[in-house]
């Protein structure tokens, strides 16, 4: 594959910028933070070139330019990359509420896709949303392909549909994090040292994945099979249930999606 420019590489852009690196794939990359900048030249590899300025890349081409900054510094930069790239190049955006509509404004003639992967990039495990714009088939297996090491490709049909996959499942990480601490500070509270309910917590992620790989059965199916009747769990299970645990991880997940249609407002009103 040609060689692909990294635009920002914080904490996404450093993710994807190893999986390249790990897959013997050509890139540069363009980081705004000198420290960054600094540790990233640090890393002295043959297939990475480091960008101080965008200065001098008018006729180079690049496969894929990857956008991996805050929404907040997305516009300009974009605006910047037509100023001073001229040729053609595919433009994948990373950004959350950006639109594909609202970056085509400014680079015309160049195809945009959007995607939303989360950290688990980082272990080949993410389920990333893509979308762009009537993918043809060869396309979509072309970046099927070049990205199959982020995971799995979720091909969405409507634009739209990014607000919600964006807050489930870019988020989604955080949201498991979320739960293990929950279960991690209730064993420390009941007398376990932080180390031992770090491990044991940790046990229960890895066993329930690894069940969850070897079972065709759907989570309700394995709910029931660690459930007795009349048991401990389902005391439990009954009273998380009673005081509305689904509504509320559900109301969580509908914030997330209202504010990244709050940035799409913002964005395209140029107003972030
Ligand atoms: N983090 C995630 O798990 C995740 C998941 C899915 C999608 N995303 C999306 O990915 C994007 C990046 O998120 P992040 O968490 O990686 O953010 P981040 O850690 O802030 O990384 C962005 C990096 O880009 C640099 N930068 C800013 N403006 C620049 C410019 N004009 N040219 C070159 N570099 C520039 C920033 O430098 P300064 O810090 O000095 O400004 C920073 O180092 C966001 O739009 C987010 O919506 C993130």
Same mark, same amino acid.
């Given at each position: 594959?040609?060689?692909?420019?990294?635009?920002?590489?914080?904490?996404?852009?450093? /993710? =994807?910028?190893?999986?390249?690196?790990?897959?013997?794939?050509?890139?540069?990359?363009?980081?705004?933070? @000198?420290?960054? @900048?600094?540790?990233?030249?640090?890393?002295?590899?043959?297939?990475?070139?480091?960008?101080?300025?965008?200065?001098?890349?008018?006729?180079?081409?690049?496969?894929?330019?990857?956008?991996?900054?805050?929404?907040?510094?997305?516009?300009?930069? /974009?605006?910047? =990359?037509?100023?001073?790239?001229?040729?053609? #190049?595919?433009?994948?955006?990373?950004?959350?509420?950006?639109?594909?509509?609202? /970056?085509?404004?400014?680079?015309?003639?160049?195809?945009? =896709?959007?995607?939303?992967?989360? $950290?688990?990039?980082?272990?080949? +495990? +993410?389920?990333?949303?893509?979308?762009?714009? +009537?993918?043809?088939?060869?396309?979509?297996?072309?970046?099927?392909?070049?990205?199959?090491?982020?995971?799995?490709?979720?091909?969405?049909?409507?634009?739209?549909?990014?607000? #919600?996959?964006?807050?489930?499942?870019?988020?989604?990480?955080?949201?498991?994090?979320?739960?293990?601490?929950?279960?991690?500070? $209730?064993?420390?509270?009941?007398?376990?040292?932080?180390?031992?309910?770090?491990?044991?917590?940790?046990?229960?992620?890895?066993?329930?994945?690894?069940?969850?790989?070897?079972?065709? @059965?759907?989570?309700?199916?394995? $709910?029931?099979?660690?459930?007795?009747?009349?048991?401990?769990?389902?005391?439990?299970?009954?009273?998380?249930?009673?005081?509305?645990?689904?509504?509320? /991880?559900?109301?969580?997940?509908?914030?997330?999606?209202?504010?990244?249609?709050?940035?799409?407002?913002?964005?395209?009103?140029?107003?972030?």
């Amino acid at each position: 594959m040609n060689e692909s420019l990294l635009l920002g590489c914080g904490n996404l852009g450093r /993710i =994807i910028l190893d999986g390249f690196l790990s897959n013997s794939m050509k890139i540069s990359v363009y980081e705004k933070n @000198q420290k960054i @900048q600094k540790t990233l030249k640090k890393l002295n590899k043959r297939n990475l070139e480091i960008i101080d300025n965008l200065d001098g890349l008018k006729d180079k081409t690049f496969k894929y330019i990857l956008l991996c900054v805050k929404p907040i510094d997305s516009l300009s930069l /974009i605006k910047e =990359i037509n100023t001073k790239i001229s040729t053609k #190049f595919i433009f994948v955006s990373f950004v959350a509420g950006l639109e594909t509509k609202k /970056i085509s404004e400014t680079l015309k003639k160049n195809k945009v =896709i959007r995607m939303m992967p989360n $950290i688990l990039v980082e272990v080949g +495990s +993410s389920a990333t949303g893509v979308y762009t714009k +009537s993918p043809s088939k060869i396309f979509k297996k072309e970046i099927s392909n070049n990205f199959s090491f982020f995971g799995f490709l979720e091909w969405l049909k409507e634009e739209e549909k990014m607000n #919600f996959y964006t807050a489930l499942y870019g988020g989604g990480p955080a949201y498991i994090f979320y739960f293990l601490e929950i279960l991690n500070k $209730i064993s420390c509270k009941n007398g376990f040292s932080k180390k031992r309910s770090q491990l044991m917590v940790e046990s229960l992620l890895h066993g329930t994945s690894k069940l969850i790989k070897n079972n065709s @059965q759907n989570f309700s199916d394995i $709910i029931e099979k660690v459930t007795s009747k009349g048991g401990t769990t389902e005391k439990a299970i009954e009273f998380m249930k009673k005081e509305k645990t689904y509504e509320k /991880i559900n109301n969580g997940i509908r914030k997330a999606s209202v504010r990244s249609k709050n940035i799409t407002k913002l964005l395209n009103l140029e107003k972030l």
